[in-house]
Nanobody
Framework: QVQLVESGGGLVQAGGSLRLSCAASGSIFRINTVVWYRQPPGKQRELVSSITSGGETQYADSVKGRFTISRDNAKNTAYLQMTNLKPEDTANYYC????????????????WGQGTQVTVSS
């Protein structure tokens, strides 16, 4: 069984910083791309950033220059460093990842975490 758990959310003032973590646990063989999404209150979920197993990154235009995605493969953990936070960054942040398990290394499944709430006050 594989699980993803996000952490690091909270309440912060505009201009502040937070670092979110997305930790995978269980019978993991390999993790491919990890993606961070967010869902603001009353709005649709949107892609924030992604990182491949090779370290290639992509960002939504709204967060470029402020957010940095990274990963520590030894810890099966990805991070989203968020700086210069704005009230419009307020959302529930989710990660998902393509993961193959030790039970069947050839099959990749998408796993989702439960989300972590980020609230930015003005």
């Amino acid at each position: 069984q594989v699980q993803l758990v996000e952490s690091g959310g909270g309440l912060v003032q505009a201009g502040g910083s937070l670092r979110l973590s997305c930790a995978a646990s269980g019978s993991i063989f390999r993790i491919n791309t990890v993606v961070w999404y967010r869902q603001p209150p009353g709005k649709q979920r949107e892609l924030v950033s992604s990182i491949t197993s090779g370290g290639e990154t992509q960002y939504a235009d709204s967060v470029k220059g402020r957010f940095t995605i990274s990963r520590d493969n030894a810890k099966n953990t990805a991070y989203l460093q968020m700086t210069n936070l704005k009230p419009e960054d307020t959302a529930n942040y989710y990660c998902n990842a393509e993961i193959s398990s030790t039970f069947d290394r050839s099959i990749y499944q998408i796993y989702w975490g439960q989300g972590t709430q980020v609230t930015v006050s003005s």
